[in-house]
Structures are given as C-alpha cells and as structure tokens.
C-alpha cells in the first residue's frame, strides 16, 4: 500500500481557484510519476493531469489545460494542484494517484481517498 492523503478541496464560485495537496507517505515517492484524476457522480473516472518525479513533464487533460497546474515538492512528498477558473463541470471528488501502469491515462495501482471539490455557478 502507498498511502495518499488528499486535502484542499471544498465548495467555491465558477471562476474562483482552488489549490488541492496530497501528501504521499512512501520512500518512493521522489522518483514516482504522480497525477490527479476527478470523478463526477455518474460518470466514470477522469485523468486530469500528471507529473514526472522531476517535474520535467507533465500531461494534463483536453478539459483543464490551461486552467490547471501541476507541481510537486519531493522534499515535502507533495503534489500539488492549482484550479484556476473553475467551472461547475469540474465538480467532482479529486484523488490523487500513483503507480501508473500504462493501459490507459486512469490507470493507477495506488488511489486516495479523494477530495470533493464543488463548484457552484
């Protein structure tokens, strides 16, 4: 298990911004690709952005570029990730994910818990 602890979300106006943490307690950490993925009631999960261990590259998805950033710390086991104008449609619970193995951009072995991010309109 590698645990992921969330944080950051809440409820906000369309066109505010939110910044989500996860803390991620395992030694592996500063040379794993991490990435943020959302899920909206009803409707399957979605990748939203990753982040290689050094921060070189990064993918984000058709949705939120543009809008989000991702980042990391190694030196506080943190990725990080900016929401900036927030639309209603980017209501979801965010988790944050590593591990990835490749079949597709969800693809992940290691889940949080997730954060439930609100965007009223």
């Known amino acids: 298990q590698v645990p992921l602890i969330e944080s950051g979300g809440g409820l906000v106006q369309a066109g505010d911004s939110l910044t989500l943490s996860c803390v991620a307690s395992h030694q592996a950490f500063s040379t794993s690709t991490m990435a943020w993925l959302r899920q909206a009631p009803g409707k399957e999960r979605e990748f939203v952005a990753r982040i290689a261990w050094n921060s070189a590259g990064t993918v984000y998805g058709d949705s939120v570029k543009g809008r989000f950033t991702i980042s990391r710390d190694n030196a506080k086991n943190t990725v990080y990730l900016l929401m900036k104008n927030l639309e209603p449609l980017d209501t979801a619970v965010y988790y944050c994910?590593?591990?990835?193995?490749?079949?597709?951009?969800?693809?992940?072995?290691?889940w949080g818990q997730g954060t439930q991010v609100t965007v009223s309109s």
């Open positions: 994910a590593t591990g990835y193995r490749g079949r597709n951009l969800t693809d992940y072995i290691y």
